[in-house]
């Protein structure tokens, strides 16, 4: 029993959220460590972790999700071990004086991860809402967040365009990435009468979206890094980015050929790929401002 509830944690997955996380520290010249360990810790130790135990809590795949090739059973620990883990974050975060925009975030975010899974709500059943409140959390919610704990700015601040701009790019990227997630999950999603974004919008449809949002958060990045920062921050971009839209395109060639080929290992290796090369991008950020 404890084994499935640490693998329904997902905690690895926590790392394909980490760049949202490492372009907020990167934007913030001089970060306090000691709430920029504890952000960190809660955020995709505790927070992201509790909202992946809730979510497979009332899913019950039996099919692939996100790196579970092959999901355990679950049961009512799972549920209790998703509420201790949202508990715990927003205790730490108060224990820790870590303000109260940020608590606030914790528990808007825990809110929202579980009016998105329970079935007296299931926000996920609603295609347009739910991939909009994903990118929009995740990216945009989670970016202003960090900046504000770590850089200890005052909230009527992150409304300036040096800190809007960069929150829409995340935003952007998981609105392009959410739907390659759910693009091998069609037949399970179908089953519990859940009509994802990428159900209603089909295989085809999906990496349209995807390139969309892609070409979205590249122009972004080219606007943000020739306003705020260097132009030099958008050859490295390119450097780290590149065999990700080169797998992304080989992935929709293979694709338009046989859809079969949207399958869990393509969006794992895509989810893998992205992840090193955002993570990448984004530490270099940190450590040799360009």
Not at 114 to 127: D, E, G, M, T
Not at 220 to 247: E, K, W
Request: proline share 6%; hydrophobic share 50%.
């Amino acid at each position: 029993m404890i084994r499935n509830v640490f693998l329904h944690l997902r905690i690895p997955f926590s790392v394909f959220l980490l760049p949202v996380y490492l372009f907020a520290l990167s934007q913030t010249p001089t970060p306090n460590l000691l709430l920029t360990w504890w952000s960190l810790v809660i955020i995709h130790l505790l927070l992201y972790p509790a909202s992946n135990a809730y979510n497979s809590y009332y899913d019950k795949d039996e099919g692939s999700i996100g790196l579970l090739e092959v999901p355990p059973p679950v049961s009512a620990e799972l549920l209790y071990t998703a509420w201790l883990l949202d508990i715990l974050a927003i205790f730490l975060a108060l224990w820790a004086g870590m303000g109260l925009p940020f608590v606030m975030y914790l528990l808007i975010y825990g809110t929202i991860s579980k009016a998105y899974s329970h079935p007296s709500v299931r926000l996920k059943k609603y295609p347009l809402l739910s991939w909009f409140i994903v990118g929009l959390f995740q990216g945009a919610l989670t970016y202003l967040a960090t900046v504000q704990v770590i850089g200890q700015v005052p909230v009527a601040d992150l409304l300036q365009g040096r800190h809007l701009v960069p929150a829409l790019i995340c935003t952007s990227n998981l609105w392009a990435v959410y739907p390659l997630t759910q693009v091998y999950q069609h037949e399970e999603d179908a089953r519990r009468g859940d009509l994802t974004f990428s159900r209603m919008v089909g295989i085809p449809g999906t990496f349209r979206n995807a390139a969309l949002f892609f070409s979205l958060s590249f122009a972004g990045f080219l606007y943000y890094f020739l306003t705020y920062g260097s132009a030099n921050s958008l050859i490295i971009l390119v450097l780290c980015m590149g065999p990700v839209l080169a797998y992304f395109g080989y992935w929709w060639r293979v694709v338009l050929k046989n859809q079969k080929e949207a399958n869990f290992r393509h969006t794992m290796r895509m989810n893998i790929f992205a992840g090193i090369g955002l993570n990448l991008f984004f530490g270099l950020l940190c450590l040799y401002p360009f």
